[in-house]
């Protein structure tokens, strides 16, 4: 699997981890913001395989989303 095919894979499982959330109630969710919570976790270890990225964006809680929200909010950090 090519880079570019792997980004756009996983791209797309984000917008639907996007929607999913947003069928919850949350309604200002973006695929890169999804992005950016699974992809926080990896900055000290760098991207894992495959798998692991695409079981943690399908197993991301509404409850981690909005806890990484917050503590970016109090960081000041903006997506």
Same mark, same amino acid.
């Given at each position: 699997m090519t880079r570019i095919e792997w980004d756009s894979d996983l791209e797309e499982l984000c917008k639907s981890k996007a929607e999913e959330?947003?069928?919850l109630g949350y309604d200002h969710v973006e695929a890169s913001e999804v992005w950016s919570c699974v992809s926080a976790k990896y900055a000290k270890n760098g991207k894992p395989e495959l798998h692991q990225v695409v079981s943690d964006i399908l197993s @991301?809680?509404? +409850?981690?989303?909005?806890?990484? @929200?917050?503590? +970016?909010?109090y960081k000041g950090d903006s997506f």
């Open positions: 959330l947003r069928l @991301l809680k509404p +409850n981690q989303f909005m806890n990484f @929200l917050m503590l +970016n909010a």
